[in-house]
């Protein structure tokens, strides 16, 4: 353990400093993919569960995957600096305006109401099929368990597919809003308690983290723009953040803990044995915490899995094609692996190698780079939404990357699609002579 935490330590302090350098932030794309794969690997390696030692192969593709990513980042900032000009992206005539969702408040917040509205609706027809099953509230919430199972094979009929995304539209303008006021609004408790409702009653976590780091993320980044200069502390700010971060936490752990299905397992130490009281960090807790790497380390061992072309990554069109008979639909969960506990989900990188193989996994965590940061420095440099949307859902992929490839979720193509829409409407009609193009500016 010592040695790979000082491994980890030499890599990632430089790093998030090549960060700071690039990016001019703290927080940043780069950090933010150090410090996840920083905290899995350190987690992995605390041993509260009697995980198998991570092999040469394991640290070799997780060393190289993230070089590619580093590399597509310099790659556009060499570029940058070596052309001596500005390489803007923008809508004519409103690079120095700040778009109106970023002037009228009262214009975000009627976009979080309405679409808020509309996933509510959605989250409580969920739980009408729920409750024609148990009957009331509290016989649901303590079957989550049987519930998570009928979901699993797909036994929980009834619910209208994709209203969720609704939740997602609700929330990317919710932490706009919050964004321009400085502050976690009122607004922004309609979707993301719609969206608990709604995962409550499909026993998700994962969509519960998509909503909130999404919020999180637009927060962050409008927060980020408008701010001029350093300012004072903001204590109401500190505690409105706490409480959001309290509400997820108290949601997905609720979830787990009505769940009960996961704590009951082998090769717990003694260590991870006096936390099973504990109201937060249990053994399925700490298992989603740091387990997935452990997958990936066993996905390599094995090496026997047969995926078709971008399989998990473009999952949705998969699923498209096999409604018109084009080939035959995907399992909707990955393949599990015992270590030693069954677990499926085993880090992007493990989806992107049975995807594409090892020269394809380099090339998109590579263009990743480059983009994402194109997208931090066009948003930045001209205050544009569509630039915004971008790095806010390419970030997603890298907030996931300790999970999963997060492209596999219909939502994240559907919420993608329908934000930029919406935007660009509002866009027309607040400057219906806009034109795309492309500016060279001297520094």
Not at 121 to 128: E, I, P, T, V
Request: aromatic share 16%.
């Amino acid at each position: 353990m010592t040695v790979a935490i000082l491994i980890l330590n030499i890599i990632s302090i430089p790093s998030v400093l090549l960060g700071k350098y690039f990016f001019k932030k703290w927080i940043n794309p780069l950090s933010l993919y150090v410090i996840i794969w920083y905290l899995l690997i350190s987690f992995y390696h605390i041993k509260l569960i009697n995980y198998s030692d991570l092999s040469y192969t394991t640290w070799y593709v997780v060393a190289i995957s993230y070089l590619s990513f580093l590399f597509g980042i310099i790659t556009f900032f060499l570029a940058k600096a070596s052309s001596g000009k500005k390489f803007i992206l923008s809508e004519q005539n409103s690079l120095n305006n700040e778009p109106l969702l970023f002037r009228k408040s009262s214009v975000s917040a009627y976009l979080t109401l309405g679409f808020g509205v509309l996933g509510l609706l959605g989250a409580l027809q969920a739980w009408s099929v729920v409750l024609s099953i148990y009957g009331s509230v509290v016989n649901a919430l303590l079957n989550l368990g049987a519930l998570y199972q009928m979901r699993v094979h797909g036994e929980l009929k009834g619910i209208i597919p994709y209203t969720t995304v609704f939740l997602y539209i609700s929330i990317f303008f919710a932490g706009i809003n919050s964004g321009v006021k400085g502050r976690i609004t009122l607004i922004s408790v309609l979707p993301l308690a719609a969206l608990i409702i709604k995962e409550v009653a499909e026993v998700g976590r994962a969509g519960i983290l998509f909503g909130f780091a999404e919020y999180g993320l637009v927060f962050f980044l409008i927060l980020s723009k408008k701010k001029k200069d350093k300012t004072r502390f903001n204590y109401k700010l500190a505690i409105s953040v706490l409480l959001a971060v309290g509400l997820f936490v108290t949601s997905v752990t609720l979830i787990k803990n009505l769940r009960g299905t996961t704590d009951l397992f082998t090769g717990k130490t003694r260590s991870m044995k006096k936390l099973e009281n504990s109201v937060f960090l249990t053994p399925s807790i700490y298992l989603y915490l740091s387990g997935h790497i452990g997958v990936l380390n066993k996905f390599l061992e094995k090496n026997n899995e047969e995926k078709r072309f971008g399989e998990s990554t473009f999952q949705v069109v998969y699923n498209i094609l096999s409604k018109f008979g084009v080939t035959y639909k995907p399992k909707i969960y990955q393949k599990g692996y015992y270590i030693p506990i069954w677990m499926n989900t085993g880090t992007f990188i493990r989806e992107l190698l049975a995807d594409f193989g090892v020269s394809g996994l380099l090339l998109f965590l590579y263009f990743l780079g480059i983009f994402i940061s194109l997208a931090w420095y066009n948003y930045f440099s001209a205050f544009n939404i569509t630039y915004l949307i971008v790095l806010v859902f390419f970030t997603l992929i890298i907030f996931f990357s300790f999970l999963m490839i997060v492209t596999r979720m219909a939502n994240w193509y559907m919420s993608f699609l329908f934000i930029i829409i919406i935007c660009k409407i509002i866009q027309k009609f607040e400057n219906p002579s806009h034109n795309l193009v492309l500016r060279y500016n001297g520094k």
